[in-house]
Each structure stands twice: as structure tokens, then as C-alpha cells.
């Protein structure tokens, strides 16, 4: 897949190495994945999950969605406060 820049100059791209990932999928997950892949087809630049006006899924969005920053700073965790899925 060819780099794709959408709102906010997010890059979609191919892994660092250029070879496909397996990941694993939880049992509960799986139907709806199908469903999605389904829908999906043959286009390989097609979108499993998209936002509610069908582009990119950020990962600002879960954060703003759950008031993530305000929930974390009122349970004392403030600490972790912007740092949703940074991988520290």
C-alpha cells in the first residue's frame, strides 16, 4: 500500500520492514472482523474500522472518547495523563 496522508498529515504505510504481520485475535473479535472483511472485499486499501465520517481512526480518538486525561488524573493516575498508547 502506497503512503496515504489524510487530516492532520497522519501517514498510512507499510511496516518498517515491508513484510505482513500476523496478529492475533481474540475469539470474541473474530465475527465481527469477518463481517468487516466481508464488507471490505478484494480492496486491499480498504478500511476494517473507520471514524463516523468513514476516514482514519486516531489514536486521539479513544483517548477524547473516553476522557481518558480527566479520568486518569480524578483516580490520582495524572502521571499517565497524554500517555494512552505511547508504549511507556
Request: hydrophobic share 30%.
Amino acid at each position: 500500500m502506497a503512503p496515504w496522508t489524510g487530516p492532520g498529515g497522519l501517514i498510512d504505510k507499510g511496516t518498517k520492514g515491508k513484510r505482513a504481520r500476523k496478529a492475533p485475535i481474540v475469539e470474541e473479535a473474530r465475527e465481527l472482523i469477518g463481517r468487516r472483511l466481508d464488507v471490505a472485499g478484494r480492496n486491499a486499501d480498504a478500511r476494517l474500522f473507520t471514524d463516523p465520517r468513514g476516514g482514519r481512526i486516531s489514536t486521539a480518538m479513544p483517548r477524547d472518547a473516553t476522557h481518558w486525561d480527566e479520568a486518569v488524573t480524578k483516580l490520582g493516575y495524572d502521571h499517565l495523563s497524554g500517555r494512552r498508547d505511547d508504549g511507556r
